[in-house]
Structures are given as C-alpha cells and as structure tokens.
C-alpha cells in the first residue's frame, strides 16, 4: 500500500446485527502514517463501544496521528465526549491526535466544553491533515 492512498478497512462486524451496530459503523483508512477512523451515524451511550474497539485497535498499530472523522455523524452524545478525550489519551503524547467535524451538533458541544482545544477540533480533513502534518 502506498503511503498517501486510501484503503478503507470497516471495522464493525456485519455479522453483528446488535442495535448499536446498526446504529454506527466506523471506516478505518490509512494515509501518510496517520489513521483516520470515519465514524457513520450516532455516537451515544449504546454505541459509543464501537468506537472505542476502533479506537482501540488504531492505537494498538501505533500510528503517527490518529485523526477521529465526524463528518459523517449526527449525534454526539456527552458518552461520545469522553470517548474522544479517552482515544486522545491514548495516542498522545506519542503520537498526533485530531477531530474533523463540520455540524453544530457536533461542534456545538465540544465548543462550549472547550475540548475543541484539548482534541483539535478541525472543520475540514484537510484542515486536520494539515496541522498533523505540519512540525509541532
């Protein structure tokens, strides 16, 4: 696989036909020793499981960044909060960590907690691929 292509790995079990798998299902993808985890659907108590095992098993691969894609979420529940502060825990100090959300559902929340700050919150996967790619 080239360093800069994208190869998208689901990480949900289409076995699995529990309501929080119906619910979330969250794309791993590859590029420029950074994972992206793009989580699709609604974060929340039921579902949040899911994107701690896919959180999990980026970490395990010891990624250069780990960067967390909401753009494709419609719900983040204060379950889903936590779970990001837990997965930015998990990749820093040693590595890069970064949200992409763009829908006041999404960064609404993050903003008047201030984790915006704590997780680098970023508009665009450009935005994001940009300051993980920039010297720190």
């Known amino acids: 696989m080239k360093a800069d292509s994208f ?11 529990s309501p ?4 979330l299902a969250v794309v791993a993808t590859q590029r420029d020793q950074l994972t992206i985890l793009t989580a699709h659907g609604s ?9 701690g095992a896919a959180v999990l098993e980026a970490a395990s691969e010891q990624p250069r960044g780990l960067i967390i894609d909401l753009t494709a979420t419609d ?11 837990a997965a930015h ?13 763009d829908h006041p559902a999404i960064t609404r929340p993050l903003q008047l907690t201030g984790f915006d700050r704590t997780l ?3 508009a665009t996967l450009d935005d994001a691929f940009a300051a993980m790619l920039s010297p720190r």
Request: glycine share 6%; aromatic share 4%; hydrophobic share 60%.
């Open 43 to 51: 974060i929340d108590l039921l579902t949040v499981p899911l994107l």
């Open 75 to 85: 719900f983040l529940a204060s379950s889903g909060i936590a779970a990001l502060l």
């Open 20 to 23: 929080a798998s119906r619910a």
């Open 89 to 101: 825990a998990a990749i820093t100090p040693a590595g890069r960590f970064a949200v992409v959300a």
């Open 120 to 122: 680098g919150l970023h």
């Open 7 to 17: 190869e998208p790995v689901v990480v949900d079990d289409a076995r699995d036909t």
